[in-house]
Structures are given as C-alpha cells and as structure tokens.
C-alpha cells in the first residue's frame, strides 16, 4: 500500500533526510520526503492504517521537532 502523511517541522534537506532514514529504518519502502510541499510518501506491505501510524508514532516520537498527520491511502 502507498501512504502519504504531512509532516511538520521541516527547514532543510537533513531534517528530510532524518525523517527519511527513520522511516526507511522501520521497514517502509521507497520513500519521498519532498521538503516544498511537507509530505511524505511511502509504501508498506500493512493494509491496516491504525498499524501504519502505530509505527508513525514511534517514529516521530523519537524525533520530537517533527510530527505528522493526515494519513492517506494513495494509489
């Protein structure tokens, strides 16, 4: 499944690239994090949305400048 979730707290390509390698970290797949627009967009072999943002959580739990929201399935 393809997500797409915004992301706040961004202001330069290592805040992207951070949040990038944390993701990739927690087994996401082909990850685009596009700093112009806030958001992100990656892929997850979970269909279960409330699983995806369990890892989310975590995510951005240890990365206390930046947080998300929005999450959406995308084809």
Same mark, same amino acid.
């Not at 499944?1 to 992301?7: A, F, N």
């Given at each position: 499944? @393809?997500?797409?979730?915004? !992301?706040t707290g961004m202001h330069c390509m290592g805040c992207s690239a951070l949040i990038k390698m944390s993701l990739?970290?927690?087994? +996401?797949? @082909?990850?685009d994090i596009d700093l112009k627009t806030n958001t992100g967009i990656f892929e997850s072999s979970l269909s279960d949305v409330s @699983? #995806?943002?369990?890892?989310? &959580?975590? #995510? +951005?739990?240890s990365l206390p400048s930046y947080s998300y @929201? &929005?999450?959406?399935? !995308? &084809?």
């Open positions: 499944m @393809k997500y797409q979730i915004d !992301i990739e970290d927690e087994g +996401f797949k @082909k990850i @699983k #995806v943002e369990e890892i989310l &959580n975590r #995510v +951005f739990a @929201k &929005n999450i959406k399935i !995308i &084809n």
